[in-house]
């Protein structure tokens, strides 16, 4: 087992080796040494006024779903790079 590297983790992936979490309460994403539990790299989900509720990683992309509360709905999937740079947005409601 590893510590969570924020309080309060609603979602998390794995990719490109890494672990990838995101903390609801934040708003900050992280990039975690498996082996470790080291953070690699973080930084703040900018561009929405969601709540991150998961993530996922993918296609050297990570996939940060959002919502809005208490019922999480109006939701969108905003896309950063493993850099952290953000890449975009889409919408998850149906």
Known sequence: TIDAPDTNISGLGFGNGSLWAVDGTTEYAYEVD????AVINSWYIENTTRVPTGCTFANNTLYIACGTT???TLAYCYK???AGVYSGMFSLDC
């Open 80 to 82: 950063y790079t493993s």
């Open 70 to 72: 208490p019922d999480i």
């Open 34 to 37: 498996p082996q470790t539990g």
